[in-house]
């Protein structure tokens, strides 16, 4: 697809061609008119010469006949009514005419011939055709580098946008740019807004780091107190409710730390079917992660990764898959992917577009969940340098994929020191 550098100059390479076209029809046309204009007074100065002759000696001068046979009838009528006249005759042999009447009813007339390519006529139209195309060529290379300015300052603000929203604050310098023209001032007014968001994301995300240790004391109190309570069934509710509470507080402070871009993974060389299925072995039975089926397909591959961080994605993974799907859960490791599919309704259609958002579940109640765990679970594969994507599978289910870096795509600076294959627990 072409871009706006490309149609700037064809643009303006058209308009000039354009333009140079209507100038040379213009200026050849002109000439022509010109040159027909000289010809007929050349031969009106030479038949008022040819009349002062015949009527001194009564003789014709060179060129002058009397009532001559070919004369154009156009002329012969003007001539007829009394006038004089020029006249240029087409077809085989054009000529150009002039004639007057001399009394006793004759004509005195002279041509000479008239070529329809005149040499001069000729030289002009190259010379125009040469011009033309120096012009247009000189003005597409002049638009090309003015259009390339143009779409170079475009694609640092497009570039300095893609910062911005990648959450790098200092992209925002690139775009205040001095100038007065259009670009100038998008660059300003895209800045103005990113500064205006990025204060306000700051805001959110500290409020949300100090709700999170506002409410962390006060909660692990309440869970200490539940203990304390007489009855046996105050006491299992108070503690389920006190250990959801907890369990927000933590997810929430983990939003926060990984908005804020504190979180860095600790690579290490692991064989990835054996950690997949150390995650799945003590993944079972806490929050009602149940039946879960794990397949290898293929030869299983060295992933250079944070284990504690894939397992933290997995779980998650595998709870949401187990709360609002249906079994059986399937996981598959290929490669460096991990596929995790179930057999429900599959994800919402805007989760599957646009991604998870905080606390929006798909449950039809509040009471299930808050809807963080995916959510972290893309922070985590982010700081992992892993892409996670979510999507429907065929025959019905929701699918998610975490495709990890293999150990060489990891630069060496970031590699890890192999310490042998490190299995973070054994497969079942």
């Known amino acids: 697809?072409?871009?706006?550098?490309?149609?700037?100059?064809?643009?303006?390479?058209?308009?000039?061609?354009?333009?140079?076209?209507?100038?040379?029809?213009?200026?050849?046309?002109?000439?022509?008119?010109?040159?027909?204009?000289?010809?007929?007074?050349?031969?009106?100065?030479?038949?008022?010469?040819?009349?002062?002759?015949?009527?001194?000696?009564?003789?014709?001068?060179?060129?002058?006949?009397?009532?001559?046979?070919?004369?154009?009838?156009?002329?012969?009528?003007?001539v007829a009514k009394g006038q004089s006249g020029t006249y240029l005759s087409g077809?085989?042999?054009?000529?150009?005419?002039?004639?007057?009447?001399?009394?006793?009813?004759?004509?005195?007339?002279?041509?000479?011939?008239?070529?329809?390519?005149?040499?001069?006529?000729?030289?002009?139209?190259?010379?125009?055709?040469?011009?033309?195309?120096?012009?247009?060529?000189?003005?597409?290379?002049?638009?090309?580098?003015?259009?390339?300015?143009?779409?170079?300052r475009l694609r640092l603000s497009a570039a300095a946008a893609r910062r911005i929203a990648a959450g790098e604050p200092q992209g925002a310098d690139a775009l205040q740019t001095e100038g007065r023209d259009e670009v100038a001032e998008l660059g300003r007014s895209v800045h103005h807004m990113a500064t205006s968001l990025a204060a306000k994301v700051a805001t959110e995300r500290q409020f949300t780091a100090d709700v999170a240790h506002e409410l962390r004391t006060p909660v692990a109190g309440l869970v200490a107190s539940a203990e304390l309570l007489p009855h046996p069934r105050a006491v299992e509710m108070v503690r389920e409710r006190a250990q959801t509470m907890r369990a927000l507080v933590e997810d929430l402070l983990e939003v926060s730390r990984l908005d804020a871009g504190v979180e860095s993974a600790h690579l290490d060389e692991v064989e990835l079917p054996s950690l997949v299925h150390g995650i799945v072995k003590r993944a079972r039975g806490q929050r009602g992660v149940d039946d879960v089926a794990v397949e290898v397909v293929g030869e299983g591959r060295i992933v250079a990764t944070d284990a504690r961080r894939v397992e933290?994605?997995?779980?998650?993974?595998?709870?949401?898959?187990?709360?609002?799907?249906?079994?059986?859960?399937?996981?598959?490791?290929?490669?460096?992917?991990?596929?995790?599919?179930?057999?429900?309704?599959?994800?919402p259609p805007g989760l599957v577009d646009q991604g998870p958002r905080r606390f929006r579940t798909a449950a039809p109640e509040r009471g299930t969940g808050h809807g963080?765990?995916?959510?972290?679970?893309?922070?985590?594969?982010?700081?992992?340098?892993?892409?996670?994507?979510?999507?429907?599978?065929?025959?019905?289910?929701?699918?998610?994929?975490?495709?990890?870096?293999?150990?060489?795509?990891?630069?060496?600076?970031?590699?890890?020191?192999?310490?042998?294959?490190?299995?973070?627990?054994?497969?079942?």
Not at 4 to 10: E, P, V
Not at 95 to 107: L, N, Q, S, Y
């Open 1 to 78: 697809m072409m871009g706006i550098r490309g149609r700037i100059a064809i643009a303006i390479s058209f308009v000039t061609a354009l333009a140079v076209v209507v100038l040379g029809v213009a200026v050849h046309h002109i000439s022509g008119l010109e040159r027909d204009r000289q010809a007929r007074a050349n031969q009106d100065g030479l038949l008022s010469s040819a009349l002062q002759v015949y009527q001194r000696d009564g003789t014709l001068a060179l060129g002058a006949q009397l009532d001559d046979a070919a004369l154009p009838f156009p002329l012969s009528q003007a």
């Open 91 to 152: 077809g085989d042999d054009p000529r150009v005419w002039a004639a007057t009447p001399v009394g006793d009813d004759k004509v005195l007339s002279i041509s000479a011939s008239f070529p329809a390519a005149d040499p001069l006529q000729t030289a002009l139209d190259r010379a125009l055709v040469v011009a033309g195309a120096a012009t247009v060529a000189l003005m597409a290379v002049v638009a090309w580098f003015v259009a390339q300015s143009l779409s170079r």
């Open 312 to 347: 933290r994605i997995l779980v998650n993974i595998l709870a949401n898959a187990a709360k609002h799907g249906r079994p059986p859960i399937e996981i598959t490791v290929e490669g460096t992917r991990i596929v995790v599919r179930d057999h429900g309704d599959g994800f």
């Open 372 to 428: 963080l765990g995916l959510t972290i679970a893309v922070g985590q594969a982010a700081v992992l340098g892993a892409r996670l994507e979510f999507g429907e599978a065929e025959g019905g289910g929701a699918t998610a994929v975490l495709d990890l870096p293999e150990a060489e795509d990891v630069p060496e600076e970031e590699r890890p020191v192999c310490r042998g294959a490190a299995v973070t627990a054994p497969g079942p």
